[in-house]
């Protein structure tokens, strides 16, 4: 039987919302494109937004199409035979011809430039940090399914998946690893390392949250021991012990937990600006 992934609901509805909100935007530049098109005359002057889309040599863009503003020109001394583009370096706005023709419709085109531009900006936000995340996952395994030429929707359902199945992952290891710390270490070593688990008791898709503690026994105490949390417990742990081979197996495994603890507080910390992010843009939305 196929073992149970850990719900992340607020991580899942984030990104399925997220990624809805950027195919929104796509959809939204895509007609602003043409309306922009549609409402000027082609003359000199005339302002041409072109969408780009990255190639499969970086299939972890999610931000297709990018925007490319070129701005119609003469070429030669014959301005009716033939026109030329340029790319409008700095605000497209700026760039919005008042003469001749073309000042009867620069105050539609203006607001179709605007419109574009906000959109973009806020879709932006969102496109780094999934960005980001994919980057995340791909630096620890192979992921062919990020590389296919698919649209954002889909290609957020497979990084969401993705995510989820990682971040399993990760906590399946580090059970394994606490387990695994725990009997390496004698009942009555002097001092030891516990990798545990606690939840914070939010509602949060990140509990429960691996914390490491070292214990130390009180000397004359008849067996008490003092708990105290840290950062790392390598430190702590004793350079000369009976049997130092066991202790730097024990080091090692102590290693590669706090890599997967430092992987885990990645996407923590990314999912979490993420919904910042996103909640930020909804309490404008509903204070309207
Ligand atoms: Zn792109
Ligand atoms: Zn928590």
Redesign the pocket.
């Known amino acids: 039987m196929a073992e149970r992934l850990i719900p992340r609901p607020n991580t899942e509805a984030l990104l399925d919302e997220i990624t809805e909100l950027i195919d929104d935007i796509n959809t939204f530049v895509v007609r602003a494109q043409k309306d922009l098109s549609a409402v000027q005359p082609v003359r000199i002057g005339t302002i041409i937004l072109y969408l780009n ?2 190639s499969q040599r ?1 299939p972890t ?1 999610f ?4 925007l490319d503003w070129r701005k119609t020109n003469m070429i030669g001394d014959k301005p009716h035979q033939k026109l030329s583009m340029t790319v409008i370096k700095g605000n497209p706005v700026k760039a919005v011809n008042t003469k001749g023709e073309l000042a009867v419709v620069q105050h539609d085109v203006r607001e179709l430039i605007s419109n574009i531009l906000k959109q973009t900006k806020d879709k932006s936000e969102y496109t780094a940090e999934l960005g980001h995340l994919s980057r995340l996952i791909s630096a620890r395994k192979k992921t062919p399914e990020l590389k296919q030429r698919l649209n954002v929707r889909e290609r957020g359902r497979i990084l969401k998946e993705l995510i989820i199945e990682r971040m399993h992952e990760i906590d399946s290891m580090l059970d394994s690893y606490s387990a695994t710390i725990k009997r390496m270490q004698a009942n009555d070593a002097r001092i030891y390392a516990e990798l545990k688990f606690e939840s914070c008791g939010k509602s949060c898709d990140f509990c429960r949250h691996p914390k490491w503690y070292v214990q130390k026994k009180v000397p004359g105490s008849n067996g008490r021991y003092t708990r105290e949390e840290k950062e790392s417990p390598l430190p702590s742990l004793p350079r000369n012990t009976d049997d130092p081979e066991q202790m730097e197996d024990l080091r090692e495994v102590i290693g590669r937990a706090r890599d997967l603890i430092d992987e885990r507080k990645k996407f923590q910390s990314r999912i979490t600006l993420l919904s910042r992010k996103f909640s930020g843009r909804f309490q404008v939305v509903e204070n309207d």
Not at 63 to 66: E, L, R
């Open positions: 889309y990255h970086k863009c931000g297709c199409p990018h």
